[in-house]
């Protein structure tokens, strides 16, 4: 059975910390590992990887992937009060079918305090 | 101009009736889909749909029923409401191609079943 697991499930640390999130998978046909950020409604897109080794980088944010190991993480620099929110990963996968749904992790839910 | 759009934001009602919940995409995308995001915030796909036909249909019971009159609509169905049903339900859209495991959500459909 397909898997993606997100590891902490939560997470509260002060501004300006660092954090790292981590999220590994046990999939059959990888083609894509995606992160999104989830505030109050809709999950919003940050990075979608398909290599190793090739970071992302948007701002405060990046995110690497190991498809040898199969994980990801997802850093954020400097933390904000509104990087607040629950991270989910998710995978996408090959089904032939033109319509990939993806696999989404539990999340992690993080928390900036002032 | 939302991308991506469902109503109702908010849908109350009696186990045993039936509801609909509509989605429309204004990006131009082939592919649609439903999620399901319960109490624990767990995200799991419930459809896809590629150019109007059902291409996923994960393990959903018969009493929901998607509807994909154009590219541009994916509606869902629900007969003979349950309390279990009641969930956050999400619509997405994806571009066909090298992207096509980008999903835009809409803001959700917190459904609640008395």
């Known amino acids: 059975e397909d898997k993606v697991v997100q590891s902490p499930l939560s997470l509260v640390v002060h501004e300006g910390d660092t954090v790292t999130l981590n999220c590994s998978y046990e999939?059959?046909?990888?083609?894509?590992l995606l992160w999104y950020k989830q505030e109050k409604k809709a999950p919003t897109f940050l990075f979608m990887l398909?290599?190793?080794?090739i970071e992302k980088k948007s701002g405060r944010l990046s995110s690497i992937l190991d498809k040898k190991e199969l994980f990801s993480i997802l850093n954020i620099t400097a933390t904000q009060t509104g990087d607040s929110a629950v991270y989910l990963c998710?995978?996408?996968?090959?089904?032939?079918?033109?319509?990939?749904?993806?696999?989404f992790g539990k999340g992690t839910h993080l928390i900036i305090q002032p | 101009d939302t991308a991506v759009s469902q109503t109702p934001k908010y849908l109350v009602t009696q186990m045993g009736n039936d509801k609909s919940i509509k989605c429309e995409q204004n990006?131009?995308?082939?592919?649609m889909y439903w999620y399901k995001q319960d109490s624990k915030k767990f995200l799991k796909i419930m459809f896809s749909?590629?150019?109007?036909?059902?291409?996923i249909n994960e393990t959903v019971p018969n009493r929901f029923s998607p509807k994909s009159p154009d590219k541009a609509h994916l509606n869902l169905h629900i007969n003979s409401l349950e309390l279990g049903d009641s969930a956050v339900y999400f619509c997405?859209?994806?571009?066909?191609?090298?992207?096509?495991?980008?999903?835009?959500f809409g803001a959700g459909t917190r459904l609640s079943v008395l």
């Open positions: 990006l131009g995308h082939d592919t």
């Open positions: 999939v059959t046909n990888f083609r894509s």
């Open positions: 997405a859209s994806s571009p066909p191609g090298a992207t096509k495991n980008i999903q835009y």
């Open positions: 998710a995978v996408g996968m090959y089904s032939g079918g033109g319509a990939d749904g993806l696999t």
């Open positions: 398909t290599s190793s080794g």
């Open positions: 749909y590629n150019n109007k036909e059902l291409i």
